[in-house]
């Protein structure tokens, strides 16, 4: 019997149109073989004790391991986008950097816990450093990491606990940079590209006031006088042509990797980008630009953070209302990588959506834009099985306040992370 079959029994199964309870998933070789309402009479073994099995009970029917997820929500595994969490646990302090490739193992345990099992790390390509000086930023520890990322695929299933890729960001005052990144396009290290402008005055920082508030947040001390002198030196520094970008659109394309435009603020920037190509709009300002993006067909992401704080920490779109109002069609974890599980249970709450359009927000839409939704994404038999088990646990003694947890993942039908809160009802500790 192989490590990575198993019956996850009696769970409440997200679908991508509706929720199934009381349903088996059998997974067979890690993937989904079956998906079944669970029979009245479904008998099982006890198994002897080996190192598949682990003492385990067994589905008599299969011969495999059964997982009790009764009482449980039974979801696709997460896919996070757009998350820079990598830089956080590599450089614990700014001017730290720990091993890189070590870095990775451990943020691989992190994230888990949390419910992603696909990552995609996104690691920033910049020119001038304007907020504060990481040295985790500096362009040969993005391409240690990256290197390490790439290499992490052979193995993946195997001696990792979830999928790792690769998301360059390329900051358009980046001129020195087009050629080596061209070169990890060519070279299929690169799983999605987006194309960043963070200069003051448009996207992001349109309002020059909220990147003044931002740059003093990073500089203590720092001068209306310099702010303004680092705002004119911004405006005027150079970029990467025109046909520098289209060049490396175009390679992107053909390597099949996704394209991502970055704080869409106008009908123009939606017009160049998408004569681009780009089919993924990052954290659109407005709702106006939300809705012109999302019109083109374009995938919309925003942050799960923003979900949760109910804003955006730097004024611009409300991710509540943008998915409220069906402009925003993914979520990423962006720099919280615990905020996706609740983003999708507050949006659940508080704003009347079906927790089968929630997760899709985090699984399906996401596995879409970056073209890996015949792998994954979705509970669908032939797909790989990344699963979790997710449940409700009271905050507070009388439970009126109750969070989601992650108390089982699977990857590729292998078990990779397992939490158990003891006074839980029967059969939530297998």
Do not use: W
């Not at 590209?193 to 500089?219: A, C, E, N, W």
């Not at 002198?229 to 405006?235: C, D, K, S, T």
């Amino acid at each position: 019997m192989e490590a990575n079959s198993l019956v996850i029994r009696g769970g409440n199964v997200v679908a991508e149109d509706a929720i199934l309870p009381n349903h088996d998933i059998v997974v067979e070789n890690g993937t989904i073989a079956r998906i079944a309402p669970t029979l009245a009479n479904a008998r099982t073994v006890d198994a002897q004790l080996d190192e598949n099995t682990s003492g385990m009970v067994v589905d008599r029917e299969t011969g495999f391991p059964v997982v009790d997820a009764r009482g449980a929500y039974v979801v696709p595994g997460m896919i996070d986008v757009h998350s820079d969490y990598i830089e956080s646990v590599a450089s614990p302090r700014p001017s730290v950097v720990m091993d890189l490739p070590t870095s990775l193992y451990k943020v691989d345990r992190e994230l888990v816990s949390h419910g992603v099992t696909t990552i995609y790390h996104s690691l920033s390509v910049y020119g001038a450093k304007i907020f504060d000086h990481k040295p985790i930023r500096n362009f040969e520890n993005v391409r240690k990491l990256a290197e390490s990322i790439f290499s992490m695929r052979e193995s993946e299933e195997h001696d990792h606990l979830i999928r790792h890729r690769f998301h360059l960001r390329l900051e358009l005052d980046s001129v020195d940079r087009v050629d080596e990144v061209y070169n990890y396009l060519q070279d299929g290290k690169v799983d999605l590209i987006s194309f960043m402008d963070h200069t003051p005055g448009q996207g992001q920082y349109r309002d020059l006031l909220v990147f003044s508030d931002t740059i003093k947040g990073y500089r203590d001390g720092i001068s209306d006088e310099e702010v303004a002198a680092i705002v004119m030196e911004q405006q005027a520094a150079d970029k990467i042509g025109s046909e520098q970008l289209s060049e490396l659109a175009e390679l992107a394309h053909e390597q099949g990797v996704s394209l991502a435009s970055h704080d869409d603020d106008s009908k123009e920037k939606l017009d160049y980008m998408g004569a681009l190509g780009a089919s993924i709009s990052e954290f659109p300002v407005d709702m106006e630009i939300a809705r012109d993006a999302h019109e083109r067909g374009m995938f919309t992401l925003a942050g799960a953070p923003n979900v949760m704080m109910g804003h955006s920490h730097s004024g611009n779109l409300s991710a509540r209302e943008g998915v409220a109002r069906g402009v925003i069609t993914m979520l990423c974890s962006d720099y919280y990588p615990a905020a996706l599980i609740d983003a999708v249970f507050i949006l659940h709450r508080e704003c009347a959506m079906s927790l089968s359009e929630a997760f899709a927000l985090v699984t399906a839409n996401p596995a879409k834009a970056v073209g890996i939704y015949s792998e994954v994404g979705t509970l669908t038999v032939g797909k790989r099985a990344d699963i979790l088990l997710v449940r409700e646990i009271g905050c507070t003694p009388d439970a009126r306040i109750t969070t989601p947890v992650i108390t089982r993942a699977f990857v590729g039908g292998n078990s990779v992370y397992r939490s158990h809160y003891p006074d839980q009802p029967h059969g939530y500790d297998r």
